[in-house]
């Protein structure tokens, strides 16, 4: 089991901001990577749709890599399925809100604290709980920005009109006065540039996917499964219910190993079986 894959998921690219870390932090490990773009976006679908969808792609991604970790590192699929995940799964699995919630209460320092993420999230409240559990005295902001996933998902990154949907979207947040702002979607770190430019310098910029790869590194260790052979495992596989030649595209573009190669997945090979092994 410790030779065995972390498998990632996610509604679309988006997630790949967590596998960069990942492949950072633990270059040894081999990774899995599934991006559901073909049914994308996940925010505005119920829990339990989501729900189901989390539980194909973890069966998948058991029967066809026997992975040994499951990172949700989707922030939608995280809210709706991580709980549930937990309990059907025998290995460790991973959301990214709690170790995002974490490190925004460790980093702020006016208790002012933004969420932005895809409506869907904002919804769950879950951030916001998260947070407060952690430490009351905090304030939080939470705003729906679901137009950010599909500028991402465009490859649209820096464009007059990507600047302008950013700051319309970010615009009811000015005037709160926080000095921190959780990217609360894995999609989101990928237009950070533009983010940061519209909410100035002052505000710091909460990446979860960096917390959440830091928690799969204790984790490994806890449960004694980090993969000890020393070799250097920096590509990992990569699949899409999606375009593959705009999911190779989109990953060359962000993470470090290049090239990317996925491979096709058609969405009804997901869903033939609906329960993980």
Known sequence: MQNSPIGLMDSGVGGLTVLKEVQRLLPTEKTVFLGDQARLPYGPRDAAEVTTFTRQIAGFLQR???????????????????????????????????????????????????VIATTGT?????YRQNILAKDPNNQVF????????????????DSEHA?????????????????????????F????????????????????????????????????????SG????????????????????ADNWLEETPVRAHHLPVADLIQTTEVE
């Not at 939470?142 to 990154?157: I, P, T």
């Open 64 to 114: 066809q890599a026997n992975i040994k970790m499951l990172i949700i590192a989707c922030n939608t699929a995280t809210a709706a399925a991580l709980a549930t995940m937990q309990q059907e799964l025998t290995i460790p699995v991973v959301g990214v809100i709690a170790p995002g919630s974490r490190s925004a209460v460790q980093t702020t320092r006016n208790h002012r604290i933004g």
């Open 142 to 157: 939470s705003l729906a920005c679901q137009d950010f996933v599909e500028l991402v998902e465009a490859n649209d990154l």
């Open 231 to 250: 070799v250097r495992h920096p590509q990992g596989d990569y699949y899409t219910t999606g375009d593959v030649d705009r999911f190779n595209k989109l």
């Open 163 to 187: 600047r302008s949907v950013v700051k319309a979207g970010l615009t009811p947040l000015l005037d709160r006065n926080i000095d921190t702002l959780v990217m609360g979607c894995t999609h």
């Open 122 to 126: 904002i919804k769950s409240d879950q």
């Open 189 to 228: 770190p990928l237009l950070r540039p533009l983010i940061q430019e519209v909410m100035g310098p002052d505000v710091t910029l909460v990446d979860p996917g960096t917390a959440t790869a830091d928690m799969a590194t204790s984790l490994l260790d806890y449960w004694n499964l980090a993969n000890p």
